[in-house]
């Protein structure tokens, strides 16, 4: 019977058999699963500050309360005690947090900051540059919040004191530049429509393009092949269609490496219509 | 990840982006990057990253099925099933077959906008992106709102797309590959079977005729 079933057979066999418990019995256990087996509340039961440990008590005590409501029937009131306690102990587990992962946790969004508010500044000059020379909008039309070298005198504060290792008040300092930025920059750009226009340098960037396109389709066709619930001629008519747009395909490629680009886009553009041909059947949605 | 949906865990979801523009109107667009060679990928590689492409009866598995969770775990049956969960909310016809934008819209969720902060707002930016196709297939636009609503601006820029045109190649097998929109998309947000969900500007049928 295993054997005839497979892995696979297993699982939607214990599939069929499991019902989930109710959301309340769902959330208890989580909050069972944190009290009683989880690091955390072992250790501020060991050694925790009286303040962490009056926070435990507490979590301890939201459980109670929604349990006792629960058996009484009062199910909302039961739910909103449940998401309290489990609530109470997320905020456990962050101040409970080590000072190693704080501080780590601190470095990364050190970094993150960093390179944000280099991006959005970099954006937002350009922005600024491509403002002032809109007819009819000149540069003062936005009022900078925050002038450039005020971006590079924060910024070097901000190293200094991760520099010093207060990572938190750089991070602190950084937040407030990176909205500053990304505040102005939705002033300058909200409610507009900007278009990425399609323009090729030359024939062979075309090429490139087409090739992408190529690759993109095939891939997503051959994704939606291993999934798809097709019969079996739509199966074979699709592999047809691929079959004559890999034939082109290496036709392109031929004709790309003598140097004939135009004519190998145009080879190229016709193998895509053979993959564009079937996607609908192959079950993507293609407009 | 900035926030955290008070729900169940299931529900983190949603949404990658491609990339803010610049009002540069003036500079050429870039030329595609000449040799950004296509990731070259099995369909077996790319299911890896698509989860959201399994066939209908295998998505929204409860969590000792849904293969992502150990069945064995002794939380695992804890968890609650996505079909409970989605149940009540509004309706898609791609990827967990549930309507993210509309569910908030109609305020079906509540998800807190920082984990921490649980009175922090989104700073919603609209600013649509478009982004020119070859051929009959209509052009893509992705606007931020929508994503704004669910994500931080550092989620995505710099990290993922360069917030300048033209800074940013994107490729339907990079996406599939699980980079640029495909971070998101495909694993928790609709996948790239929704092709009409991206391509969305149809063309001028005149223009394409000449």
């Given at each position: 019977m295993?054997?005839?079933?497979?892995?696979?057979?297993?699982?939607?066999?214990?599939?069929?058999?499991?019902?989930?418990?109710?959301?309340?019995?769902?959330?208890?256990?989580?909050?069972?699963?944190?009290?009683?087996?989880?690091?955390?509340?072992?250790?501020?039961?060991?050694?925790?500050?009286?303040?962490?440990?009056?926070?435990?008590?507490?979590?301890?005590?939201?459980?109670?309360?929604?349990?006792?409501?629960y058996d009484a029937g009062e199910t909302a009131m039961a739910m909103q005690r449940i998401d309290q306690a489990i609530?109470?102990?997320?905020?456990?587990?962050?101040?409970?947090?080590?000072?190693?992962k704080r501080s780590w946790n601190q470095q990364v969004r050190f970094e993150g900051l960093m390179a944000g508010v280099a991006a959005f500044a970099d954006a937002y000059q350009r922005n600024l540059s491509a403002l002032a020379a809109e007819p009819n909008r000149g540069q003062g039309s936005v009022p900078p919040p925050i002038s450039p070298a005020e971006i590079v005198q924060r910024v070097e504060q901000a190293q200094a004191l991760a520099g010093k290792g207060d990572l938190e008040a750089a991070n602190t300092l950084?937040?407030?530049?990176?909205?500053?930025?990304?505040?102005?920059?939705?002033?300058?750009?909200?409610?507009?429509?900007?278009?990425?226009?399609?323009?090729?340098?030359?024939?062979?960037?075309?090429?490139r393009y087409e090739l992408e396109r190529f690759s993109g389709l095939e891939t997503v066709l051959n994704m939606a092949l291993s999934r798809a619930t097709i019969d079996e001629n739509g199966r074979r008519f699709i592999q047809e269609q691929m079959e004559k747009s890999r034939t082109l395909h290496q036709e392109a490629e031929r004709s790309a490496a003598g140097g004939k680009f135009q004519e190998a886009i145009g080879t190229l553009e016709k193998a895509n219509e053979y993959l564009?041909?079937?996607?609908?059947?192959?079950?993507?949605g293609f407009p | 990840m900035k926030r955290l949906f008070p729900i169940t865990p299931a529900l983190l979801c949603l949404l990658g982006g491609l990339s803010i523009a610049v009002v540069e109107a003036a500079a050429p667009a870039d030329p595609p990057a000449k040799t950004e060679a296509a990731p070259a990928a099995s369909a077996a590689q790319v299911n890896t990253f698509n989860r959201l492409m399994t066939p209908k009866s295998d998505r929204n598995q409860p969590p000792p099925l849904d293969g992502i969770h150990d069945?064995?775990?002794?939380?695992?049956?804890?968890?609650?099933?996505?079909?409970?969960?989605?149940?009540?909310?509004?309706?898609?016809?791609?990827?967990?077959?549930?309507?993210?934008?509309?569910?908030?819209?109609?305020?079906?969720?509540?998800?807190?906008?920082?984990?921490?902060?649980?009175?922090?707002?989104?700073?919603?930016?609209?600013?649509?992106?478009?982004?020119?196709?070859?051929?009959?297939?209509?052009?893509?636009?992705?606007?931020?709102?929508?994503?704004?609503?669910?994500?931080?601006?550092?989620?995505?820029?710099?990290?993922?797309?360069?917030?300048?045109?033209?800074?940013n190649t994107i490729s339907m097998a990079q996406i599939l590959m699980g980079q640029k929109c495909g971070v998101c998309h495909g694993k928790v947000a609709f996948p790239v079977s929704e092709c009409r969900l991206c391509h969305s500007k149809k063309k001028d049928q005149a223009l394409l005729k000449k």
């Open positions: 295993v054997c005839a079933l497979g892995l696979s057979g297993l699982l939607m066999a214990a599939g069929a058999a499991w019902a989930a418990p109710p959301p309340f019995e769902q959330k208890m256990s989580l909050l069972e699963r944190f009290l009683k087996q989880s690091a955390t509340s072992e250790q501020v039961g060991r050694e925790g500050s009286e303040a962490l440990r009056a926070s435990l008590e507490k979590t301890r005590a939201l459980r109670d309360e929604a349990r006792k409501l609530q109470q102990a997320a905020r456990l587990s962050q101040s409970n947090a080590g000072p190693d950084l937040t407030d530049v990176q909205n500053q930025l990304v505040s102005a920059l939705r002033g300058m750009l909200n409610h507009k429509t900007l278009v990425h226009e399609l323009k090729f340098a030359t024939p062979e960037h075309e090429y564009s041909r079937v996607m609908n059947m192959a079950g993507m | 069945p064995e775990g002794p939380g695992t049956k804890t968890l609650q099933a996505p079909r409970d969960a989605f149940s009540a909310l509004p309706k898609s016809s791609g990827g967990n077959y549930v309507n993210w934008v509309q569910a908030l819209k109609d305020k079906a969720i509540n998800p807190r906008y920082d984990r921490l902060n649980p009175k922090e707002e989104p700073m919603i930016m609209e600013l649509d992106i478009v982004r020119e196709v070859k051929g009959f297939m209509p052009d893509v636009v992705y606007p931020h709102d929508r994503h704004t609503q669910w994500l931080d601006c550092s989620n995505c820029h710099p990290d993922i797309f360069v917030p300048q045109k033209g800074a």
